[in-house]
C-alpha cells in the first residue's frame, strides 16, 4: 500500500499503461496490467460471467477519481449578489465589512433547517460525483454559533453514511469572528474550546480541527490556542493560512502539526523553508484566486523547492462556487505553470493523503478502493486541463 505524498520531482511521474486492463471486484481494484499479458486466471472461476460488467475503454483514459481535499459545501444558499458587488470594485475584504462574505452564509444557515441544508448538500455532492470527485472533505464554519456549528458538523455526519463517495469532516468554528462578538472575541474563542469541541468530541462530529489565519480574522496566537485545544479532543490540524496576506498561518499550522496549510496566495522564502522541514502538505485552491482575481499560489516555486503540493476546489459559495475538479487542473496548469502529470497527481494521490485516505483511494493500485474515472475518447491526459471548457468525463465508478 501507498503511504506517501508525492513532493517535487516525484508529482511529474505519473504511471500508464497502454492498451491495457483492469479488473474490480467487491468494490476495489484486484488486478490491472497491460493486454498482451492478460490471461482469464486473472478472473476468477467462481463468478458466473453473466455477473461481470464488460467496458470497453478503447481510445480512452482509465484514472482514480478526484479526491477534493477542502470545501465549504455545506451552505444555505449562494452569494451571487456580491459576485456583482466584486464586479463592482468591491474587495473581499469591503464586502465581509458590510455583512457579506462568511458572516452572509452564516445568518443563511441558521436561518435554515438541517434537514434542507442536507438536502442541498447531497444534491452538491451528487454533481462534484458526477464530474469525477471520489473523496471530498467538508467544513463547517457558517454556523459561527454553538447551535449553528453543531448543525453543520450533524449534517455532515449524515452525509458520511448517505454520500455515495467517502466525507471526511472538519470544524472551521474559527472561520470568521461572529458580529455579536465583534467586541468580544476572547469570550467566542473560549466559546469554542471550552463548549464546542467537548461536545464535537462526545458526538464524534469531526476529523480535523480548521482555523482561518488572516488579518482580520484569527491571529498566529488565537490559531495556536484554537488548534492545540483541537489536539486533546483528537482533532488534527487543518489550516486556512496566507490567502489575503503573509499572516504567520503557515508557521502556525507546522508548528501545530497540522496534515495540511490551505490556500497560500502569499507566500515566501521563509514559508517554503518552514514547510520543507516539516510534514505539512500544501494544498493550493485556484478557483478561488481565479473567482476573487487574486494573485495565484506560486506553485512552480513550490514544486521546485521539493514541496508536496495538492489541488483542491474550495467549493464555496462565496470564493469559489464550483466543485468541478477538472477545471482546478486546468486553472493549475494554466496559470499555475503546472504540468498536467503534476496537476492530476496533486489532485488523486496527494489529495486523498491530505484526507488521510491515500491507503484507500488515489491511484490505481491492487486493494484500493475502486473510485474510477473513464475519460471520453482523447488523445493524451493533457486533454483534462487543455480543454478546459469540455466535460471529458464519460463515466464515473464507485467502489462501494
Request: net charge negative; charged share 25%; hydrophobic share 40%.
Amino acid at each position: 500500500m501507498e503511504t506517501k505524498v508525492l513532493k517535487g520531482d516525484e508529482l511529474k511521474n505519473l504511471p500508464a499503461i497502454n492498451d491495457a486492463w483492469l479488473y474490480a471486484e467487491d468494490g476495489k481494484i484486484s488486478e490491472y496490467g497491460a493486454m498482451q499479458d492478460f490471461s482469464s486466471q486473472f478472473v476468477p472461476d467462481n463468478r458466473d460471467n453473466s455477473e461481470l460488467e464488460e467496458v470497453d475503454c478503447t481510445g480512452k483514459f482509465i484514472l482514480p477519481c478526484f479526491c477534493d481535499s477542502h470545501t465549504h459545501l455545506v451552505f444555505a444558499d449562494w452569494r451571487q449578489e456580491e459576485f456583482v458587488n466584486k464586479i463592482g470594485g468591491m474587495s473581499y475584504e469591503e464586502i465581509a465589512a458590510r455583512g457579506g462574505g462568511i458572516l452572509n452564509s452564516a445568518k443563511k444557515l441558521n436561518e435554515t433547517s438541517e434537514e434542507v441544508l442536507l438536502e442541498k448538500s447531497l444534491q452538491r455532492i451528487e454533481e462534484i460525483k458526477n464530474h469525477g470527485t471520489g473523496a471530498v472533505e467538508i467544513k463547517s464554519g457558517y454556523g459561527l454559533s454553538y447551535d449553528g456549528e453543531l448543525k453543520m458538523l450533524r449534517v455532515i455526519q449524515k452525509l458520511k453514511s448517505l454520500s455515495p463517495i467517502p466525507v471526511k469532516a472538519t470544524f472551521l468554528g474559527a472561520h470568521a469572528i461572529p458580529a455579536e462578538y465583534k467586541e468580544r472575541r476572547e469570550e467566542y474563542i473560549k466559546l469554542l474550546i471550552d463548549k464546542l469541541l467537548p461536545k464535537i468530541a462526545e458526538e464524534n462530529l469531526a476529523d480535523y480541527c480548521d482555523v482561518f489565519c488572516e488579518n482580520g480574522f484569527f491571529t498566529p496566537e488565537e490559531t495556536d490556542l484554537i488548534l492545540q485545544a483541537g489536539w486533546k479532543y483528537g482533532l488534527k490540524p487543518k489550516i486556512h493560512a496566507n490567502q489575503l496576506s503573509i499572516s504567520g498561518g503557515v508557521q502556525a499550522g507546522v508548528r501545530n502539526n497540522a496534515i495540511s496549510v490551505d490556500h497560500l496566495e502569499n507566500i515566501g522564502d521563509e514559508e517554503i523553508e518552514v514547510l520543507k522541514n516539516s510534514i505539512t502538505i500544501s494544498t493550493l485552491l485556484p478557483s478561488a484566486a481565479f473567482f476573487l482575481r487574486m494573485n495565484y499560489p506560486p506553485a512552480r516555486r513550490m514544486i521546485d523547492a521539493g514541496l508536496p503540493v495538492t489541488l483542491a476546489s474550495d467549493y464555496n459559495p462565496g470564493s469559489s462556487p464550483s466543485g468541478r475538479m477538472s477545471f482546478v487542473i486546468s486553472l493549475a496548469c494554466i496559470q499555475m505553470k503546472m504540468v498536467p502529470e503534476e496537476a492530476i497527481n496533486a489532485a488523486t494521490l496527494n489529495g486523498a493523503a491530505a484526507i488521510e485516505l491515500q491507503n484507500e483511494l488515489g491511484s490505481i493500485t491492487v486493494g484500493k478502493k475502486a473510485n474510477l474515472i473513464l475519460t471520453k475518447p482523447i488523445n493524451s491526459v493533457a486533454n483534462i486541463p487543455y480543454n478546459f471548457g469540455d466535460d471529458l468525463i464519460e463515466k464515473v465508478f464507485l467502489g462501494n
